[in-house]
């Protein structure tokens, strides 16, 4: 009996870290693709003196947005924190999910994480988002538990995963000032229902509109790296 690939629209990742095969460049690197298709960028910073593997991050651009713009939501952080920041194109203006469900961007992610984790040594796999694509970090990231074991999401609009596997833990911030994706529609209604659901959540709430405050960086980079919640 022959079995089918895993249908995209079901958010599925199938890819896992593995020993790398090759030694990958470092530095600012940008990718034409996994899939051959649209461009992506990573950074690598130099590797650890106790050869430590990387936290991998996937950071997804907001509607209309570029890779750049998405790298830039953690590039600051990433030589300090040891991070490989993997920041995908969406396949239009946003990312499929928005436009009616999972799809093409799915397969074009699970594509650069192979080719990553044929290049480096990974121990550890992050998906994070600013608005639309914190959004597409939600809802992919709680779909995909058993290989994503956290999510960042600066200003989300919703989480909508067609299915849930595992439990990743969570980082939710939004500006109490937000007018494109306004706070109380959107973080402070689902943020309480995923805690009801048994996710662990940390969520912060700052002065401001649309925005990715510098002091709402560090929080989530301390939180992603220490582990540490309230």
């Given at each position: 009996?022959?079995?089918?690939?895993?249908?995209?629209?079901?958010?599925?990742?199938?890819?896992?870290?593995h020993?790398?095969?090759?030694?990958?460049?470092?530095?600012?690197?940008?990718?034409?693709?996994?899939?051959?298709?649209?461009?992506?960028m990573?950074?690598?910073?130099?590797?650890a003196a106790?050869?430590?593997?990387?936290?991998?991050?996937?950071?997804?651009?907001?509607?209309?947005?570029?890779?750049?713009?998405?790298?830039?939501?953690l590039?600051?952080?990433?030589?300090?924190?040891?991070?490989?920041?993997v920041?995908?194109?969406?396949s239009?203006?946003?990312?499929?999910?928005?436009?009616?469900?999972?799809?093409?961007?799915?397969?074009?992610?699970?594509?650069?994480?192979?080719?990553a984790?044929?290049?480096?040594?990974?121990?550890?796999?992050?998906?994070?988002?600013?608005?639309?694509?914190?959004?597409?970090?939600?809802?992919?990231?709680?779909?995909?538990?058993?290989?994503?074991d956290?999510?960042?999401?600066?200003?989300?609009?919703?989480?909508?995963?067609?299915?849930?596997?595992?439990?990743?833990?969570?980082?939710?911030?939004?500006?109490?000032?937000?007018?494109?994706?306004?706070?109380?529609?959107?973080?402070?209604?689902?943020?309480?229902?995923?805690?009801?659901?048994?996710?662990d959540?940390?969520?912060?709430?700052?002065?401001?509109?649309?925005?990715?405050?510098?002091?709402?960086?560090?929080?989530?980079?301390?939180?992603?790296?220490?582990?540490?919640?309230?």
């Amino acid at each position: 009996m022959s079995t089918s690939a895993p249908d995209p629209r079901h958010g599925l990742l199938t890819t896992r870290p593995h020993p790398p095969v090759l030694s990958g460049p470092t530095g600012l690197v940008p990718l034409p693709g996994g899939d051959g298709g649209r461009p992506a960028m990573t950074y690598v910073p130099e590797p650890a003196a106790d050869g430590a593997a990387y936290r991998l991050v996937v950071l997804l651009h907001g509607a209309g947005g570029s890779a750049r713009q998405g790298l830039d939501l953690l590039l600051p952080v990433a030589d300090a924190h040891h991070l490989l920041l993997v920041a995908p194109q969406s396949s239009a203006a946003s990312w499929d999910l928005i436009a009616g469900g999972f799809g093409v961007d799915v397969q074009h992610i699970d594509a650069l994480l192979a080719s990553a984790f044929d290049g480096y040594p990974v121990r550890d796999v992050t998906l994070g988002g600013f608005s639309d694509g914190a959004s597409y970090a939600l809802s992919l990231g709680l779909a995909n538990g058993g290989l994503v074991d956290a999510v960042l999401a600066f200003s989300p609009g919703f989480a909508a995963p067609p299915v849930t596997r595992g439990r990743p833990r969570i980082f939710v911030s939004h500006g109490v000032d937000d007018r494109v994706l306004p706070i109380d529609v959107c973080s402070r209604r689902f943020v309480p229902h995923l805690r009801g659901l048994g996710y662990d959540v940390t969520y912060e709430e700052f002065p401001g509109g649309h925005d990715v405050p510098a002091p709402i960086r560090a929080s989530a980079t301390e939180w992603l790296t220490g582990g540490g919640a309230r």
